[in-house]
């Protein structure tokens, strides 16, 4: 069984070996195979959009994806929110010494597979090996650029526009939790991980009074709304009746005490839209597999205490603070 | 003392704060500061240049420089070698829990000044937390691109071309090398870790028929020269003699049996010229301080083995092969 040894990150023939033999294999393109200390790409004609990230989710390996599937998707997504198509990522891993080659041609194919499906390529990478014990498995960054074809939405809510989540809440968080070391719950969770260009550019179709796109991953919906709200002189009304969440998400949630609305996303999107525009998104997206679930599960309100706010099945509103403290670690 | 703790990379309050007080505050640029999914800017007319790169370099501070320098320098080297302009970088950090707030600002300061010395604006970031034990204080991923203003070297190499390093061999590696752990050496050895923008604009500038430029990191010059010469049907022949090499580093060398032509450089290129502009490229770089020690050391020859020889002190002549195996992990 082939393991990775430091040697494969050493710059030298092990390390070419490795480019050549596996990422250049799937990563398959002309301008990540010159390989140069950095890529040429054609002049792109319009706003660009980038976005960087690093993942060093836990399991690596979980119901609905891979490490690879999430950094491929969560990168496209960052630049599909913010009204662009995405055209361009970079990869660099960083692995620990001993990872088996055999899940990391698994991760591998699962980033060029997600990749070629959201027409993106893979055009630079790194990899780095490091000592046992000084990472985890290992460790993935992924930096997308895209261009603004459309447009991009601007951020200026107004009292009435209506929210918009695109489908079920708290799925990618809840089954990362179950499948921790500590807690091998059996179950039918699992993670929503995938890629929302399509969604984003139906979106963009519909309406042209988008006002902003979002992924809640980190820190759930509610983190979102607060980020979303706090520089404004605005407030939300989020109906708990209305939100999309899953039977069995919501009882794991249940049983560790922990509310679906803080628990992370990775391929679902909130977006906030004008009062007119409102049904024919929900309606256009609706008619996509990835957000069949889309519901308009509250409004933005001309209260001036920036704040969002929650009206609970019984009747009463409680504010939804952003999240404090580290609700799960390594969710991504 | 403060020190990081999950919840700085959980995406909610604590994460936000740490976002606005640190990488705002040193990184202030309006792209960043947006605060978006992804940042926007403007479309750039020309060829564009990306690459990436992650940082895993232990010690993390070291003589010269510190994870943050380089992590900015390497990536606009990788950028300027491509004849590039660097314009803007992204910023990845993986960072351990408990690690101590003092040097992180330290290294945010560092990759801070670097940028600005180079008019590089780093204008997306991400932060992740990591239990402890599962990274080595912090990894650093930047990704950049910037803009072809003149032209890329197009790599086509002709018999006669002159080889030009831009200074003296291996301080980087053996610096990080004699800071090691096993290893305190007190020594003058001091990491020549440096942004090359300057010196390629120079190159560029002095000639239109620079063949290729390279940084010869991991894996040191003779490395780089294998993978220049690879897929030529030609050769070069270097000279022991011309070697530009520092007598500490000639003597830390010695001590551990390593040869500095694979030792690392993080402030040095390679640059292949053509024979009739090989002198006026050297006097141009001659006159920047990061190259005043320049030297032509070799030439390409019509031998068409596709190889990288030696001509010793002695006389003899024998074969520079590819780096093999780890010589220094974690330099970079």
Redesign the interface.
């Known amino acids: 069984m082939e393991l990775v ?3 494969h ?8 070996k490795l480019i050549k033999d596996l990422f250049f294999s799937y990563f398959n393109n002309d301008i990540l195979c010159t ?22 989710v836990t399991p690596l390996f979980f119901p609905g994806g891979d490490i690879g599937k999430l950094a491929v998707c969560g990168t496209i ?3 599909s ?2 009204g ?1 198509t995405p055209l ?1 990522l ?5 692995i620990e010494e001993g990872f088996n080659m055999c899940p990391l041609e698994k991760i591998v194919y699962s980033m060029a597979k997600v990749s070629k499906l959201a027409n993106v390529k893979i ?4 990899t ?4 046992k ?4 498995g290992m ?1 993935i ?1 992924t ?4 261009v ?1 074809e459309k447009y ?1 939405p601007n951020h200026k809510l107004t009292a009435g526009d209506q929210i918009i989540v695109s489908g079920s809440l708290g799925d990618h968080g809840a089954c990362i939790m179950s499948k921790r070391d500590m807690l091998t719950f059996e179950s039918r969770l699992t993670s929503d991980c995938a890629p929302l260009h399509e969604v984003t550019e139906v979106i963009l179709n519909a309406s042209s009074n988008v006002r902003v796109m ?2 809640p ?3 759930g919906l509610a ?1 979102t709304l607060n ?1 979303l709200i706090e520089n404004t002189d605005k407030s939300m009304l989020i109906y708990e009746d209305r939100l999309p969440i899953k039977e069995e998400v919501r009882s794991f949630c249940d049983l560790l005490g922990l509310d679906p609305l803080y628990v ?1 996303n990775e391929g679902k999107l909130v977006c906030i839209v004008s009062q007119e525009d409102s049904l024919k998104v929900l309606k256009a997206i609706q008619n996509h597999p990835l957000s069949k679930d889309a519901a308009i599960i509250g409004e933005v309100t001309d209260n001036r205490s920036n704040k969002v706010y929650l009206k609970t099945y019984l009747g009463a509103t409680k504010r939804l603070p ?6 799960l ?2 969710i991504c």
Do not use: H, W
């Open positions: 040894t430091l040697a990150g050493s710059g030298g023939t092990e390390s070419a390989q140069s200390d950095a890529s040429l790409i054609n002049p792109i004609p319009g706003v660009l959009a980038v976005t960087t990230d690093s993942f060093v997504n960052d630049l929110v913010s662009a361009y970079t990869a660099g891993f960083i055009i630079a990478g790194d780095k090996v490091v000592e014990g000084k990472c985890d460790y960054n930096t997308g650029f895209g603004v991009a979002r992924d991953t980190r820190g983190t980020e992370a952003m999240a404090t403290g580290e609700l670690p390594r």
